[in-house]
């Protein structure tokens, strides 16, 4: 009786699903959105172009999903934190700035996390980030319009906008440290 082969992709789409949406975000950390071809993301997924567009129909279509398995394992970290802190006032923003420091301090190589801010800032991927900011502020309403709150965010995003995609040296790691506690003390009730 001869063995069973070993399980192929073809078994497994979610593998190779996995593979795109890892591979795109390589690629985009290393060439920008502008110079990201589905050639290039299919090789570094290890599949052909064809596999590609059987599991997505278009670049912006793998982009769109890339972008939303970001956010989606950004959420998890953020809700596992609020799940961990006392609910209350400040609760998301004191998660959200936590997580996204967490994320920078985290970097130990160039484009290590995947998106940098200038692929973020591409108009569909921006629009992207900001219906997830709005759905996540509509559960936390008193957030939206709380200006400590609001500052406390723009902190975490203007750090992440100057330092995301590359490793922090030491004065910035001990920088980074020192503004996220400041940003912190914004989500205390004043």
Same mark, same amino acid.
């Given at each position: 009786?001869?063995?069973?082969?070993?399980?192929?992709?073809?078994?497994?789409?979610?593998?190779?699903? %996995?593979?795109?949406?890892?591979?795109?975000?390589?690629?985009?950390?290393?060439?920008?959105?502008?110079?990201?071809?589905?050639?290039?993301?299919?090789?570094?997924?290890?599949?052909?172009?064809?596999?590609?567009?059987?599991?997505?129909?278009?670049?912006?279509?793998?982009?769109?999903?890339?972008?939303?398995?970001?956010?989606?394992?950004?959420?998890?970290?953020?809700?596992?934190?609020?799940?961990?802190?006392?609910?209350?006032?400040?609760?998301?923003?004191?998660?959200?700035?936590?997580?996204?420091?967490?994320?920078?301090?985290?970097?130990?190589?160039?484009?290590?996390?995947?998106?940098?801010?200038?692929?973020?800032?591409?108009?569909?991927?921006?629009?992207?980030?900001?219906?997830?900011?709005?759905?996540?502020?509509? %559960?936390?309403?008193?957030?939206?319009?709380?200006?400590?709150?609001?500052?406390?965010?723009?902190?975490?995003?203007?750090?992440?906008?100057?330092?995301?995609?590359?490793?922090?040296?030491?004065?910035?790691?001990?920088?980074?440290?020192?503004?996220?506690?400041?940003?912190?003390?914004?989500?205390?009730?004043?």
């Amino acid at each position: 009786m001869s063995a069973s082969p070993a399980p192929t992709r073809r078994k497994a789409p979610d593998l190779v699903r %996995q593979a795109l949406l890892d591979a795109t975000a390589r690629v985009l950390g290393q060439n920008g959105s502008a110079a990201l071809t589905v050639q290039d993301v299919a090789r570094a997924a290890g599949v052909s172009k064809g596999a590609l567009f059987h599991h997505f129909s278009s670049k912006q279509a793998l982009l769109d999903a890339t972008l939303s398995a970001m956010l989606d394992d950004f959420e998890q970290d953020l809700r596992a934190h609020m799940q961990l802190a006392p609910a209350g006032h400040g609760c998301f923003t004191r998660a959200y700035v936590q997580v996204t420091f967490d994320h920078l301090l985290q970097q130990t190589r160039d484009n290590d996390i995947g998106l940098t801010m200038a692929n973020l800032l591409e108009p569909a991927m921006l629009a992207h980030w900001r219906d997830w900011m709005r759905g996540m502020l509509a %559960q936390f309403p008193g957030e939206a319009t709380d200006p400590r709150l609001y500052a406390a965010r723009c902190a975490a995003d203007g750090y992440w906008a100057t330092a995301y995609g590359r490793p922090l040296d030491e004065e910035e790691r001990r920088n980074a440290l020192a503004m996220a506690a400041e940003a912190l003390k914004l989500c205390e009730p004043a």
